[in-house]
């Protein structure tokens, strides 16, 4: 239980930071509890046997499963249809292993998963700010302090090239 504790306070602040830029309409009450409970899913997911390995960081797990906790809380206070930055969002996530909300993954998505972690951090995050946040690029030239569009285009496509070479691969063995 004590790694847990460690686990929890480890990367509370920088998920509140986080969650209070992606879901700025959200109370930092609310994060807070979207933080707790994504790390008791997390051990109970563990505990149960549901979860038992991950392609992905510990980290990035745990704010997937925070975010859709803050999504679910906004969705069921809210009396208007959500966002739209919501609702892709809420499509985007398929990847995700909270076994609780998502359906189990099938071959293909878990081989691109295990490959995308194997991918340098750069490279995740160009990835995910693109394919799951669903920003554009010049929002990505101006998160990541690319000097040109182009450079963040070529790395892109760079990036989907060497993934694509790992998961060929990985099938061939």
Known sequence: MEAFDQLYS???NDFIKAAKYRFSSSREDDIVDAWQDAVISFYDQIKSGKLQSLSCT???FLYLIG???LIKTYNYNSKHEPFDSFASENENLKYAYDMELLPEL???QTLLNKKIVELPEQSRRMIMLRYVDGKSIAEIKNEMNYQSENAISVNLSRTLKKL???IEQARNI
């Open 10 to 12: 480890l990367y509370r």
């Open 58 to 60: 510990i980290k990035s």
């Open 67 to 69: 975010f859709r906790i």
């Open 106 to 108: 099938d071959e293909k």
């Open 164 to 166: 694509k070479e790992l």
